[in-house]
């Protein structure tokens, strides 16, 4: 993929998308995520928070069968697997819809 230097500093300079990403410490479907997620953030003005499911009962109920989670702003995005281009993908339309259509992220309520 190739960015110009002005849109990768108007990328860069964006609010944060915030990615919660939802994990185990001994998944490797997880570890695969993480990893993709590692590389983008390099791309894309990101602020990753991590999240052990095992800390609480709640959110081990509701994703134990699902992990790794990954929310982007507020919304489930992907589960399970992600590949880097479907990510990027999904990264740049949130910029987009921020840029052009003036869409919020949504509130989280956890």
Same mark, same amino acid.
């Given at each position: 993929?190739?960015?110009?230097?002005?849109?990768?500093?108007?990328?860069?300079?964006?609010?944060?998308?915030?990615? &919660?990403?939802?994990?185990?410490?001994?998944?490797?479907?997880?570890?695969?995520?993480?990893?993709?997620?590692?590389?983008?953030?390099?791309?894309?003005?990101?602020?990753?928070? &991590?999240?052990?499911?095992?800390?609480?009962?709640?959110?081990?109920?509701?994703?134990?069968?699902?992990?790794?989670?990954?929310?982007?702003?507020?919304?489930?995005?992907?589960?399970?697997?992600?590949?880097?281009?479907?990510?990027?993908?999904?990264?740049?339309?949130?910029?987009?819809?921020?840029?052009?259509?003036?869409?919020?992220?949504?509130?989280?309520?956890?």
């Amino acid at each position: 993929m190739v960015t110009s230097p002005s849109l990768l500093a108007g990328i860069m300079n964006a609010k944060p998308i915030v990615a &919660e990403f939802y994990t185990t410490e001994e998944c490797s479907l997880c570890r695969e995520m993480r990893s993709v997620l590692e590389r983008l953030r390099r791309e894309f003005p990101l602020a990753i928070r &991590e999240i052990d499911i095992r800390t609480d009962p709640s959110l081990l109920g509701r994703f134990a069968q699902e992990i790794p989670v990954l929310y982007l702003d507020g919304r489930k995005a992907f589960k399970h697997r992600v590949g880097e281009a479907a990510l990027r993908r999904k990264l740049t339309f949130l910029l987009w819809q921020r840029r052009i259509l003036g869409v919020a992220a949504k509130e989280t309520k956890r």
